[in-house]
């Protein structure tokens, strides 16, 4: 995805976010279904991407078709996508596939924590091992002659128990893979859901192994600071020389010495 594309996607994903706090599946699926009508129609993608087309415009023409028909929360994430620029017309569809699967991962989030998206992961990578060991199954569900409700019950009996935000994300790849194997698409879904658990986890690098204590203290002040359980994982590199660099996410924290004596041989370089 091109910049210009990757900047309006990162601003649909802000403009997302406070709503996924207390989303449920309904949500993701009036995206998803969204997308379909956005996948099958192209002259509705070119006014969208259209450059020369105002962000009002196609904020009402996107409105005009919405309206009545999805959510207030679903019809002002979409309008966030009309509004800013894209770089080709598949880049609107890939962006909006984004935010439903990261709404679905949310929804997931919401369940036991960590421990939510945990099952998620695990359910897309038991259809991914099952699909990938059976040259029947992607047989299957590749048939483009096999109604598509009955490919969607296949992947879901291939993950028992599967959870409702699993059950979804496979029930979207086998009726609507758009251009893929449904196990190459759950892959994609997996890589994105990967994404938002790394909100859950903080990596702590550390140039001597911490002890108990210290390890016990980080993840109190983290928990505290980011408002959540985090799972603290904790790897040793020498090259820090001493201190600390620690990442939640996106986030990053660089207390090492190393890093110091960089930025000083920056500034002497200037």
């Given at each position: 995805m091109a910049s210009v594309s990757s900047e309006s996607l990162a601003k649909a994903l802000e403009s997302l976010e406070p709503k996924l706090a207390l989303a449920t599946v309904d949500l993701s699926k009036e995206l998803f279904a969204v997308l379909e009508v956005l996948d099958a129609n192209s002259g509705l993608r070119r006014a969208l991407t259209d450059p020369a087309r105002e962000a009002a415009e196609k904020e009402a023409l996107l409105a005009s078709l919405l309206r009545g028909k999805v959510s207030a929360d679903a019809e002002?994430?979409?309008?966030?996508?009309?509004?800013?620029?894209?770089?080709?017309?598949?880049?609107?569809?890939?962006?909006?596939?984004?935010?439903?699967?990261?709404?679905?991962?949310?929804?997931?989030?919401?369940?036991?924590?960590?421990?939510?998206?945990?099952?998620l992961q695990k359910d897309l990578f038991d259809f991914i091992e099952v699909v990938s060991a059976s040259h029947e199954l992607q047989a299957a569900l590749t048939d483009a002659q096999a109604p598509a409700e009955a490919k969607a019950a296949l992947a879901l009996k291939l993950v028992p128990g599967a959870s409702a935000p699993a059950q979804l994300l496979l029930r979207q790849a086998a009726i609507a893979p758009r251009g893929l194997k449904p196990v190459r698409l759950v892959e994609r879904f997996m890589d994105l859901v990967?994404?938002?658990?790394?909100?859950?986890?903080?990596?702590?690098?550390?140039?001597?192994?911490?002890?108990?204590?210290?390890?016990?203290?980080?993840?109190?002040?983290?928990?505290?600071?980011?408002?959540?359980?985090l799972k603290i994982n904790v790897s040793i590199d020498p090259a820090l020389v001493g201190g600390l660099v620690v990442k939640v996410g996106d986030d990053i924290v660089d207390a090492s010495v190393a890093s110091r004596v960089a930025e000083l041989r920056r500034s002497l370089a200037g």
């Open positions: 002002q994430t979409l309008k966030q996508l009309a509004s800013t620029r894209w770089s080709s017309e598949r880049d609107i569809s890939d962006a909006l596939e984004t935010l439903a699967v990261t709404s679905v991962a949310a929804v997931a989030e919401q369940q036991a924590n960590k421990a939510g998206l945990d099952k990967a994404k938002r658990q790394q909100r859950w986890i903080a990596h702590i690098i550390s140039s001597r192994p911490l002890a108990e204590s210290q390890v016990q203290r980080l993840e109190t002040s983290l928990n505290k600071l980011y408002g959540r359980d």
